[in-house]
């Protein structure tokens, strides 16, 4: 028989006859690998693959500074997106992006609608594809030839059922016909939960070297093939040099510390919650550690009542990997039913997450199970089950026979490596707890300050609103 198989076999027999110790260490086990692939989850879907964008590390985004106007970080203008979308040598496509409401008509009551006035290639910079119809072309992102819409998935559910036939319908969008060419899939909403994008038309003369200063749109870009990040941004800094010396503003430009630059499209987007997301990701890392520190505790007295049968299979020429392998694979068996209540329990984590998050917060973003979580929990429940596996397999595998049979017990050298294992596993514990019960207080007193900060206005009881009036009605 395979020693794998034989291992496995005889790891669920022992386990079989002591049903609580696995129950215990099995949840155990479950809470601490499922609260890291919760926060896994929100991590992989923000930061390293955003759902819905493909490559999302060769995105960059377009912005501008003005270091001696404390303005580190700001939108940019026509021309400066201009500039990179020119250069073909190092980007694939630019695209730039306008806000704009739009006011829908066609139901049983007026509805606004979260607009994006993109330039043509917007889908081609994030590499996305309509699941019905098509994106826009060149000829009409221009003025007064702007008047066709891509869906967003939920709006075409929400305001259409769903209907294929919506496309290459005309609806009425701030009082004006535009006519639908194309849906998206679910999970692209960029930016900002969009309900649909219609083309920004900008006039020749917004690309004037007059309208340089003029930052008020955002732009991307994506990176060619084999481009790293550190040559698009030396490229942002030739571009700045270009523009000053070219621009009759450049002085002015000089003196405020003007420069374009580029960032990753995730830190542009969620930069802000990076560290706090890696900060909580860190400490459920020690949960799972306190969890595996106890599992190997238990286990470890466990194998008390194990000596000698340990020492029966030493005596029958079993090698010491052998006793390892055979209380690893135990500690695996563990790990695995785990992983896999961990799952479930992760997928309600995940809720509840998004449930007390801020609205905006997440950008609209699917966070769920995939492939890459998948894999995090399957590599955390295996470092999970040899960490709490292999203390006790090594100490029980320097069992002395001799002694051991002879004495029907513990030698008193392996009474005393126990006791020592032991007592590291609760230093280790505590130290971990306390590492935690500090950054607790910590986290609870910035709060606490964070809440007191004066806004230098009284908030309680003030309400804001927004209207949006169609310009065609409504001019200046």
Sequence with gaps: MNPLVRDIRFGLRTLAKNPVFAVVAVLTLALGIGANTAIFSVVNGLLLHPAGIRNPDQLVAIRVKYDKLNLPNIGVSVPDYADFRNRKDAFTSA????????????GEWPERLLGATVSWQWFDVFGVKPILGRVFRPEEDQPHANHEVVLAYAAWKRLFGGDPAIVGKSIQLNQEPYQVIGVMGREFTWPDNADLWAPIGLAPSEFAEGNRFNESYMAFAALRPGMKFSEARALAQVITSQDIKSNQHGGYAKEAGWGIFVMPLTDFAFGDIRTPLFILLGAVGFVLLIACSNIAGLTLAKATSRAREFAVRAALGASRWQLIRQALAESLLLAGAGVLLALMIASQGIRALLAIAPHGMVGGL????D??????????????GVISGVGPAWYASRTDPQATLKEGGWSDVSSRGRQRLRGGLVAGELALALVLLVGTGLFLKSLSKSQQVNPGFEPHGVMSAALALPESHYQG
Excluded: K, M, P, R
């Design 95 to 106: 695209a730039i992006v306008g806000e704009q409401d739009f006011n829908y008509s066609g």
């Design 366 to 369: 699917a966070i769920h199970i």
């Design 371 to 384: 492939t890459y979580v998948l894999l995090f929990t399957i590599g955390v429940g295996v470092l999970a």
